[in-house]
């Protein structure tokens, strides 16, 4: 299952990418989807996913949420939690297990 590359190539394309970086795009899209499956991803937003003057689809930005029930399977993900970042309504609620 998964993402094949024929998937991958025609989002690169629908995302208006030249030609000659659809490719690289491409993988880089097949990643992504990966990374959200892998790591119980409940978001990956990327903005800017850009491409350069040489050719090379980047991405500059990148925003990942993850299902607070699979906290057990990703230990590692979720000790990089910076609750400065998130609302703090959220966390309030996370300590009365109301989320």
């Not at 003057?53 to 993900?77: M, Q, S, V």
Request: proline share 4%; with cysteine.
């Amino acid at each position: 299952a998964g993402m094949s590359t024929e998937q991958a190539m025609d989002i690169a394309r629908g995302l208006k990418f030249d030609e000659k970086s659809v490719p690289q795009a491409a993988d880089q899209i097949q990643k992504l989807y990966n990374v959200f499956i892998e790591t119980d991803a409940t978001q990956v937003e990327i903005n800017p996913f850009a491409e350069t003057t040489d050719g090379k689809a980047i991405c500059l930005d990148a925003k990942f949420n993850f299902d607070d029930n699979a906290e057990y399977r990703h230990a590692d993900i979720f000790a990089m939690r910076d609750p400065l970042e998130e609302d703090p309504f959220e966390l309030e609620a996370m300590k009365h297990d109301l989320n």
